[in-house]
């Protein structure tokens, strides 16, 4: 079992930015590719960045391409989202989500295919 607490989140205005942290217990997350999805009421839940285990494949959503950076920290069991030039349409809860995998260079885009969730932490951008 891996537990996951995202951290982090909070109320921005347009055009600053956040780093969002997700700290793992439980297992080490070398074997995990690693997920960010956030979701805004009414809407559903949408892929926003993924990271392989080893660190060296990443995959960004259209919408935070070229504003958002994930990154990762196998020694710390740590996977982070720097947000940059955020923008009000990027308020939601935001959520890391992890899936095992042997694949080191392997990640996920839809949110049906990890298998462990944090809670979440809302980010919120005021125009």
């Known amino acids: 079992q891996v537990q996951l607490v995202e951290s982090g989140g909070g109320l921005v205005q347009a055009g600053g930015s956040l780093r969002l942290s997700c700290a793992a217990s439980?297992?080490?997350?070398?074997?995990?590719?690693m997920g960010w999805f956030r979701q805004a009421p009414g809407k559903e839940r949408e892929f926003v960045s993924g990271v392989s285990w080893s660190g060296g494949i990443t995959s960004y959503s259209d919408h935070v391409k070229g504003r958002f950076t994930i990154s990762r920290d196998n020694a710390k069991n740590t996977v982070y989202l720097q947000m940059n030039s955020l923008k009000p349409e990027d308020t939601a809860g935001y959520f890391c989500?992890?899936?095992?995998?042997?694949?080191?260079?392997?990640?996920?885009?839809?949110?049906?295919?990890?298998?462990?969730w944090g809670q979440g932490t809302q980010v919120t951008v005021s125009s």
């Open positions: 439980g297992r080490s997350l070398r074997s995990y590719a």
């Open positions: 989500a992890a899936k095992m995998t042997v694949v080191s260079s392997a990640y996920w885009r839809s949110w049906y295919d990890y298998n462990y």
